[in-house]
């Protein structure tokens, strides 16, 4: 059993930055993969990125966050983290992190068994 939080949105102007950060609870949290999706109103959830399982790390990124957004994780605080730079208006949208226990890293939500509320963030043009 995991449990997330999310913390770090906000409003920003565009171009400016902010990072999310997730806390889980739990003793495993280094054999899990921990994902960012977001979802804006009217529109689906989508994948954001994710980072594989602490054995290979691998990290994973959509399109249209690949060179802006940077995905980390800090196992001795139990932390994910998203440094989100040159932000877009279009990037405004709830934040959800989510915990892969099968470790890889999916692009999928379905992959992912645990998740945590979720936090706002607004860019303002």
């Known amino acids: 059993q995991v449990q997330l939080e999310e913390s770090g949105g906000g409003l920003v102007q565009a171009g400016g930055s902010l990072r999310l950060s997730c806390a889980a609870s739990g003793r495993t949290f280094s054999i899990y993969a921990l994902g960012w999706f977001r979802q804006a109103p009217g529109k689906e959830r989508e994948f954001v990125s994710a980072?594989?399982?602490?054995?290979?790390?691998?990290?994973y990124y959509a399109d249209s966050v690949k060179g802006r957004f940077t995905i980390s994780r800090d196992n001795a605080k139990n932390t994910v983290y998203l440094q989100m730079n040159s932000l877009k208006p279009e990037d405004t949208a709830v934040y959800y992190c989510?915990?892969?226990?099968?470790?890889?890293?999916?692009?999928?939500?379905?992959?992912?068994?645990?998740w945590g509320q979720g936090t706002q963030v607004t860019v303002s043009s």
């Open positions: 980072i594989a399982r602490s054995s290979s790390s691998n990290t």
């Open positions: 989510a915990a892969d226990p099968y470790g890889l890293g999916s692009r999928s939500s379905r992959e992912y068994g645990y």
